[in-house]
Antibody, heavy 121, light 107 residues
């Protein structure tokens, strides 16, 4: 069965960096676009980043552009989110999510359990 | 950016009743690239509906989606206790945006 295991969250000071990982199994990772989505405490869902199946194309939300970078290692079936220059407003649960296909315009059919990132001094 | 507005904010119903949730887009959603997700407390979202009306794998047929253009609806016929949760609509035709959510609570 499809599994997405997210790790790397924690407490970090403003301006510092953190890298999240999402280990995938149960499907052909290299055939699917992948996403990061976040949810601030008690709030709704916010899309963060997407990466194409082969890693050649990446897009980020305006709120994180220039600070966050999505990447993937298809040899390790793992998705990453490098988060730099973190701000207090980046505090959220971060989920990785699998696209239904390799195409960007598709729903997110499986989600990891999420990891909490807290940005605080 | 396509803004999605969900209504009502909270819906109070009893098990066995029918729930109707609305999602309105600020501009037309191309090719019905509209999905619905359910999120139970402390859990990750779960895909219910994609393409406005197609049920995801393993989703019971009491969940149905309809609509096109700017107006979409999620209907849950015969509410079960496990259905009470927060529901989000999402468009994935032009970047990705989510609605603010509708909380379905037990009356």
């Amino acid at each position: 069965q499809v599994q997405l295991v997210v790790s790397g969250g924690g407490v970090v000071q403003p301006g510092r960096s953190l890298r999240l990982s999402c280990a995938a199994s149960g499907f052909t990772f290299s055939s699917h676009a992948m996403h990061w989505v976040r949810q601030a405490p008690g709030k709704g869902l916010e899309w963060v980043s997407v990466i194409s199946y082969d890693g050649n194309n990446k897009y980020h939300a305006d709120s994180v552009k220039g600070r966050f970078t999505i990447s993937r290692d298809n040899s390790k079936d793992t998705l990453y989110l490098q988060m730099n220059s973190l701000r207090t407003e980046d505090t959220a649960i971060y989920y990785c999510a699998k696209a239904r296909s390799g195409h960007y315009s598709n729903a997110f059919d499986y989600w990891g359990q999420g990891t909490l990132v807290t940005v605080s001094s | 950016e396509i803004v999605l507005t969900q209504s009502p904010g909270t819906l109070s119903l009893s098990p066995g009743e029918r729930a109707t949730l609305s999602c309105r887009a600020s501009q037309s959603v191309s090719s019905s690239y509209l999905a619905w997700y359910q999120q139970r407390p402390g859990q990750a979202p779960r895909l219910l509906i994609y393409g406005a009306s197609s049920r995801a794998t393993g989703i019971p047929d009491r969940f149905s989606g309809s609509g096109s253009g700017t107006d979409f609806t999620l209907t849950i016929s015969g509410l079960e206790p496990e259905d009470f949760a927060v529901f989000y609509c999402q468009q994935y035709g032009v970047s990705y945006t989510f609605g603010q959510g509708t909380k379905l609570e037990i009356k």
